[in-house]
């Protein structure tokens, strides 16, 4: 599920906690771009969220009561670096 990456991060909050999913994301795009910028490779993997909130894998994990896994990252060094894709042109759209 991890692809064998070196490390595995864990982003969380606390479950009721206003706008978490928001701050998490936010800090979860930062961090990869600061690996990205140290050479590293990273990916957020959605799939394993439900398990790694599951009581007994919080349990040992060490996640304490009242927090739930957001954002699951791996980072490593990635085996290739692909080539950039092309991007679709800029449209912004605007209200009066």
Known sequence: MF???????LLLATSDAQSAAEDVALAGQNL???ACDAGLGSCPIGLSRA??????????LGIPTGYAVFTPLIVGHPAQIPEPTSRKETQILFWR
């Open 51 to 60: 398990y790694l909130n599951l009581p007994e894998v919080k349990a040992e």
């Open 3 to 9: 692809y064998g990456a070196g490390t595995l991060i």
């Open 32 to 34: 990869m771009l600061a």
